[in-house]
């Protein structure tokens, strides 16, 4: 069943991670975030549309394109409601078949005849989600609303439909005698998984009842995102004197003050309040009283204060109903029914992560407190620095400590060298591929690129498309998806993207990128081959087709490449005259972005705690106060430093109330600490050979989801993973 049709909330680069499509997580992410999360109540189909479709529908067949590659030429947004009726129809139709076959179930006429259905709205789901991200307009955004709920209803017709999980049932309690390869015991065990998790095995009232609860939550979790919208415009801070400003860029200033007149508020100054607890503009204010307004603008949202707008109801009521489908599902809490199919497995595994980086991290806080006290002082204040003082001294210390500037590097990082004497070089290096590039095939931005992969042999792997550069039409952040999964049972070869937000360079100039998004160009690359190398025979197990707490892994896992001394020397080299990166400039610009990584830790543990801690709750346990909830978890774990607070408060963490991340916000950590060690681990066993490339790409990045992620890990290290190597990565430890 090959039709992950469903995006949860596409996230930007957070921080230190990027995120990756829904879509090519795979199917049980799909069914993990539309029942585990917010799904909405089942409709049934509405079959009469059917009628009206276009026959032309280039999604109604498959692409004659080398590779399936989509035909962006002839795909008009007017194709994609009508392919997704008729798709969602097509797939209803094959399931039915499936489930009321004569001939009692066997692996191949259920399991495989699932994992070939629903053709059409496999296509079209991966072009109209890739457009969504990389290149939106009011079309697709409306039609995105408008199928959303659709999608829901159309899985849940699927995975509670009886006469259909009998038979897959039956093999699962067949399974000790059914001869399966193990890629076979996988599909097996996750299929059977995906329907027991969305609650076929309850009685009818059950099932009522959570279905009551999946409609519900998705009534807040909307209710949630539309008020923490209004409160954050709602909280921007409006300054009457430029004066104050003191320490803002002229364009910052200038971009305040269009701000404000934009609210109708000419001659004066509006301060945005963007996303995390932590404000960018935190960085250069000098006025230390308005530094203190923008912060509490910024930690105090949602909690009642602006207009009555209070989030707070809703995280009670939301983590309540979490907690009470789960009781239903037999699990004692949210976290424990999320995590089971996870690679941490429990709640209790992943709050261990956290909590034994704890030390080390507050360790650091304390050294970096110091430094920023010492800054301090030279203005004449004394005392702890406040939350709102942080980011200012940070920037200071920083600044004076490392005398890093970074428009002196980017010279260094042109695009065009960092992609091909970087980026494929590394990926050559490690695993023989060459990047072609083709330009016969039609893209949906004339900025896009497409490359063929070729493997040692000669032989085809694949297709990469880049769409490197920013503009409006695209979500912020940085990510992978996939277009085509590779599968042997349906004779594909992948189709990946990497999806960045480079600014555009003017007309005729290089484009100049800075560390970070370099990085960032190894780490999607990262995902891509983790797409790229899949070698399975079902599509559900395809590819990045893993858990959320493993699919940052290997893409992680490349970021640290680009830092590599010999491969700087290939590639950073000055546009202009040629020079390789000085090594005193890259110490600096890599001490430097070491630095604050005690606060940066801190502040995502608390949060990642604070989600794991709402989430292992019973219906019973769950308070009735958010704040103090907050602050008691908080203590309990020694992470209540006023100084250092949570990246996200409950009041505002759409990642977990409304994002689709509920008692899953550790993962990245989790993926990191599995990308540092293997990393450390590659380093020690020669490091840029084919060797360990081979090894990587046999044991990991070819598995997809066909073997258990532990189990991949361990093949390639030789055993479990460990957090020494993350503690160095992040500058915790020397
Ligand atoms: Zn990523």
Redesign the pocket.
């Given at each position: 069943m090959n039709r992950k049709v469903r995006r949860g909330t596409r996230l930007g680069?957070v921080g230190f991670?990027?995120?990756?499509g829904v879509q090519a997580l795979g199917v049980s992410q799909l069914s993990l975030s539309l029942r585990a999360q917010d799904a909405p109540l089942a409709r049934s189909t509405d079959n009469s549309r059917i009628k009206t479709m276009n026959q032309d529908n280039p999604f109604f067949s498959a692409s004659k394109l080398p590779f399936q590659a989509p035909d962006f030429a002839s795909i008009k947004p007017e194709h994609f409601a009508n392919a997704f009726d008729a798709g969602m129809a097509q797939q209803l139709e094959q399931i039915r078949s499936i489930a009321l076959e004569q001939d009692p179930p066997s692996f191949e006429n259920t399991l495989v005849a699932m994992e070939k259905s629903g053709e059409i709205l496999t296509r079209v789901a991966a072009v109209f989600f890739n457009l969504a991200g990389a290149h939106t307009n009011d079309a697709i955004q409306e039609i995105e609303r408008d199928v959303a709920p659709k999608l829901a209803s159309h899985s849940d017709d699927i995975y509670l439909n009886k006469p259909l999980f009998a038979r897959v049932e039956r093999l699962w309690n067949q399974r000790g005698e059914l001869k399966l390869s193990e890629e076979q015991q996988r599909l097996l065990k996750k299929t059977y998984e995906d329907f027991v998790r969305a609650g076929a095995k309850l009685s009818e009232s059950q099932q009522v009842e959570v279905r009551a609860i999946n409609e519900r939550i998705s009534t807040l979790t909307t209710q949630f995102q539309n008020q923490l919208l209004a409160v954050t415009k709602e909280r921007a801070v409006l300054v009457d004197d430029i004066a104050e400003l003191s320490g803002m860029s002229d364009g910052e200033i200038a971009a305040a003050k269009q701000a404000a007149s934009a609210r109708g508020q000419d001659g004066k100054y509006l301060l945005a309040i963007t996303n995390t607890t932590r404000q960018p503009v935190l960085t250069s204010l000098k006025n230390r009283e308005l530094r203190r307004r923008v912060w509490l603008a910024s930690a105090n949202r949602a909690l009642g204060e602006n207009a009555g707008i209070d989030n707070q109801p809703i995280v009670l009521e939301l983590a309540k109903l979490r907690a009470r489908r789960a009781q239903l599902l037999g699990y004692s809490d949210h976290a424990s029914f999320t995590l089971e199919n996870q690679m941490a497995g429990t709640p209790k595994a992943a709050m261990k992560m956290l909590q034994d980086l704890v030390p080390g991290v507050l360790e650091k806080v304390k050294s970096e407190t110091a430094s920023i006290t010492e800054a301090m002082q030279e203005d004449g204040l004394t005392g702890p620095p406040e939350a709102w003082d942080w980011e200012y001294y940070a920037e200071k210390v920083r600044a004076k400590k490392y005398q890093v500037d970074e428009s002196a590097i980017k010279p260094y990082f042109e695009l065009e060298s960092v992609l091909k004497n970087g980026v494929f070089y590394t990926y050559n290096k490690l695993y023989g591929i060459d990047f072609k590039e083709r330009t016969d095939l039609p893209v949906w931005h004339p900025t896009v690129r497409v490359f063929d992969v070729v493997g040692q042999d000669g032989k085809p792997i694949g297709l990469f498309y880049a769409d490197y550069f920013q503009r409006d039409s695209k979500r912020g952040g940085?990510?992978?998806d996939s277009l085509v999964s590779q599968s042997r049972l349906l004779h594909q070869l992948p189709v990946v993207i990497n999806v960045m937000n480079i600014p555009s360079p003017a007309q005729g100039e290089p484009a100049l990128m800075s560390l970070d998004h370099v990085q960032t160009m190894f780490?999607?690359l990262?995902?891509g081959v983790h797409g790229l190398f899949s070698s399975v025979e079902y599509p559900s197990l395809s590819g990045t087709s893993v858990p959320r707490d493993y699919?940052?892994f290997p893409?992680?896992f490349h970021e640290d490449w680009a830092i590599e001394p010999d491969i700087l020397a290939n590639y950073a080299r000055h546009y202009q005259t040629g020079e390789v990166l000085p090594k005193d400039l890259l110490d600096k610009a890599i001490a430097a972005s070491k630095f604050n990584k005690g606060f940066d830790s801190l502040e995502y543990l608390s949060a990642a705690l604070l989600d794991l801690g709402w989430h292992s709750l019973s219906p019973e346990q769950v308070p009735g106060d958010v704040v103090g909830f907050e602050k008691q978890l908080l203590a309990k774990f020694g992470v209540d430093l006023s100084a250092v607070p949570p990246r996200y408060r409950s009041s505002y963490f759409a990642h977990v109330w409304s994002g689709g991340y509920s008692a899953g916000y550790y993962a990245y950590l989790w993926s990191e600490v599995l990308a540092a060690d293997a990393y450390a681990y590659m380093k020690e066993s020669g490091g840029l050979t084919s060797a360990n490339g081979s090894k990587f790409r046999q044991q990991v990045l070819s598995r997809g989801g066909s073997r258990e992620v532990m189990q991949q890990y361990i093949d390639f290290r030789g055993r479990e993973p460990g957090v020494e190597a993350l503690l160095i990565r992040r500058g915790l430890k020397d």
């Open positions: 680069r991670v990027c995120a990756i940085a990510w992978m780490h999607e990262g995902h699919v940052e893409s992680t």
